[in-house]
């Protein structure tokens, strides 16, 4: 088939993959690359060509800061990594009243806790402890302390053994209930009497998804939330406002990374097991939830080893664990980098990494070493005193809120409907130009000779399946089959996108290649047989967010799924528009179900698809933004999307082309009212398609 190709794309023979008969195949099956000896590989295709790019950007990185030698050379990185991190992030809050109040104090022995709410956006609620020495004199030192995601977050047990020693020694010491934690769950749901969606983690990247289509991170808020508790302590007349720190645990510890390199009034930095390395993260348990994640980090140059980078010269301790899942090779390098750039200041003393052999968490080895670190920055006085246990407090005990949760304590914002109003702030703006579209996907039109590998044929009654794989761009191979009726003659062709697959939807590509018509249909990359499962996500992130891990990936690079499926998409055209048996001229996509959005872009990108048909699309990024849940968008989402557009202003812009849509659907694959969809899309065809209802009959025009 490819040596009878006539195009101006070149076409040769992918030489990579084992030879195969080019008869018919006895088996039916359409799938095939388990026949291939490099399976394997090819099923991993995708997080190692992510992989690569990264460790591209990563190398880049490694030879701007092997330069920094002068004062001046650091100030110039810490500004150049603060202006990165706050572009990221979508800026700042506004500085608004902290309308603090004391809502109940516990008087223990040598210490007590004051139950407290602030504001860090005006009804954007915070629940926290504030821990208070009673031995001493004040103005005391002072240490900030974020959480981590274990259960119970201020509560938790580790964390009050922490923050009462902490106390008992004479510090004043803050925490604050995460966002989607405690008593600040964000999308509470009041007959579960718990968070829609159960995990922290899952809520994190459920809202942290819906922020990242405004342009925004969710640590915007998080980060926020440290800034306003920093205002917060630093307003109580027992503390000094020169001896503060920072020091937090796992999701803590990023946080106290995030703040130390952002707020200068941080005067010591002890993040405990966070710190590692991009290069050993993606080498082994990958991204993990939204706020851990700040695209497109990666393109900016930006590795772990920046936020100690940031803070330099000030006192930094690495806290670590040999047996962590964040990898003691990748602190022990981050460290080693920190500490030459500390050296070329004279600051060699302040830089410090501790390592004990266990796991993840803040365990008394690392707690010993934070105590004596603090004491000797912050109280000029080494503390080695060992630790004494604690009587821990009861959650009910430490609620800042009447009922344990702001939700139906206060009510109030939450970042759901914080990000709603974000959305509407840039609706106004939004100038609706598709051109943007190439942009901020990532888009990159395929180039250089079209290469192809057929992989034999199926013969059925009246047409034959060919399968085959091309080459979108070197290391990305995508897996297809092509349906051709018997007969001579140049044909019309349709290019199938299915969000599964090539090979979903077979019965319905037979009813449109029985009509007359030649049909590609693809695994563009990540789906069908290049999908990619990670085992270290578990069920519930791929239940909610598919390919989460490398959807992550690709915007920490600066690209999308979007982007790059579209680009698998154009290349497929490439390949049907060199095919003597299809009429270059009537080329037609139809995509289906998280098919779709890829498809549309493709044909925003590319006038040879002629006309489109769409069925199960998502209604519009806005909705997503809209629903408090949603479901199997992620890989669809581009960041700041709805800066600049949404799906039907890319639907309006193929005009004159025909477009037809059916069965549209909301952010949680529930089928959208004709009515709705027909308001949205005006300049397209909508139209409903009952389950039993030809494919043929709901998108004719894409027939002969």
């Not at 992030?89 to 004051?114: I, K």
């Not at 390592?355 to 080895?365: F, I, S, V």
């Amino acid at each position: 088939m490819a040596s009878a190709m006539r195009s101006p794309h070149r076409v040769i023979l992918l030489a990579c993959l084992a030879a195969a008969p080019l008869a018919a195949q006895s088996a039916e099956s359409l799938d095939f690359l388990a026949g291939l000896p490099d399976f394997r590989e090819i099923r991993n295709m995708l997080p190692a060509y992510l992989n690569r790019a990264a460790m591209t950007h990563l190398a880049d990185r490694e030879r701007k800061v092997a330069q920094l030698s002068t004062a001046q050379d650091v100030a110039a990185r810490r500004a150049y990594i603060r202006e990165r991190m706050l572009r990221a992030l979508g800026g700042l809050p506004e500085r608004t009243p902290l309308n603090a109040r004391v809502t109940g104090v516990l008087d223990r022995d040598g210490y007590r806790v004051e139950r407290i709410v602030f504001e860090s956006q005006p009804r954007f609620y915070v629940t926290a402890n504030l821990y208070l020495p009673k031995a001493g004199r004040p103005p005391y030192p002072a240490v900030l302390f974020p959480l981590g995601h274990e259960a119970g977050a201020k509560s938790h047990n580790t964390w009050q053994q922490i923050l009462i020693t902490l106390a008992r020694r004479g510090y004043v010491a803050l925490a604050w209930d995460p966002i989607g934690q405690g008593e600040r769950a964000q999308l509470y749901d009041a007959d579960l009497g718990e968070s829609k969606v159960v995990r922290s983690t899952t809520e994190h990247s459920m809202v942290g998804i819906q922020c990242l289509l405004t342009g925004d991170n969710l640590a915007r808020y998080t980060i926020w939330d440290g800034m306003r508790a920093l205002d917060y302590l630093l307003s109580r007349s027992e503390v000094d406002p020169a001896r503060v720190a920072c020091t937090g645990n796992s999701g803590g510890g990023t946080h106290t990374a995030y703040l130390s390199a952002l707020d200068d009034r941080i005067q010591v930095a002890a993040p405990s097991c966070y710190i590692t390395s991009w290069r050993r993260l993606l080498e082994s348990i990958g991204p993990q939830d939204a706020e851990q994640n700040i695209p497109p980090g990666l393109a900016d140059g930006l590795d772990q080893a920046d936020f100690v980078l940031a803070f330099a010269p000030k006192p930094y301790l690495i806290l670590s664990a040999i047996r962590d899942f964040f990898s003691i090779s990748g602190a022990r390098e981050t460290f080693e980098e920190a500490r030459r750039v500390y050296t070329r200041l004279d600051a060699e003393q302040k830089i410090k990494m501790v390592e004990a052999d266990d796991g993840h968490g803040y365990t008394k080895p690392r707690r010993q070493a934070a105590y004596a670190f603090l004491g000797r920055w912050l109280k000029g006085v080494e503390d080695n005193e060992p630790e004494q246990p604690v009587a821990a407090e009861t959650e009910e005990a430490l609620r800042a809120t009447e009922s344990g949760q702001v939700a139906t304590s206060l009510g109030g914002e939450t970042v759901f409907s914080l990000n709603r109003k974000r959305v509407e702030q840039f609706r106004s703006a939004r100038d609706r130009a598709a051109r943007r579209a190439r942009e901020i996907t990532g888009f990159q039109r395929p180039e250089g000779p079209l290469r192809v590998r057929p992989y034999g044929r199926i013969a059925r009654a009246g047409y034959r399946i060919e399968k085959l794989i091309y080459e979108t761009e070197p290391e990305i191979l995508v897996p297809a089959l092509l349906w051709v009726p018997d007969g001579e003659g140049r044909r019309p062709a349709i290019l199938y996108v299915h969000g599964r697959g090539k090979s979903a939807g077979s019965a319905e590509i037979e009813q449109l290649v029985k009509a007359g018509t030649v049909v590609l249909s693809i695994d563009s990359r990540g789906t069908g047989e290049t999908a990619y499962s990670n085992p270290n996500l578990g069920s519930d992130f791929p239940r909610w967010f598919g390919d989460y891990g490398n959807a992550m990936r690709a915007l920490l690079i600066g690209r999308t799924f979007v982007g790059m499926r579209a680009a698998d998409i154009v290349r497929a055209v490439d390949l049907l528009a060199a095919d003597p048996r299809v009429d270059a001229g009537r080329i037609y996509g139809l995509g289906r179900d998280a098919g779709a959005v890829p498809l549309l872009h493709a044909a925003v990108f590319d006038p040879r698809i002629q006309k489109l048909a769409l069925e199960g699309l998502l209604l519009s990024y806005e909705s997503v933004a809209s629903h408090r849940v949603h479901r199997g968008v992620f890989e669809n989402v581009v960041p700041g999307v709805l800066r600049h557009y949404d799906l039907p202003d890319l639907v309006a812009a193929l005009a004159p082309r025909p477009v037809a849509i059916a069965n549209v659907v909301d952010p949680l694959g529930q089928r959208v009212p004709l009515a709705e969809a027909a308001r949205l899309y005006r300049g397209a065809r909508v139209a409903e398609r009952k389950p039993d209802e030809p494919v043929t009959a709901v998108f004719k025009e894409l027939l002969p």
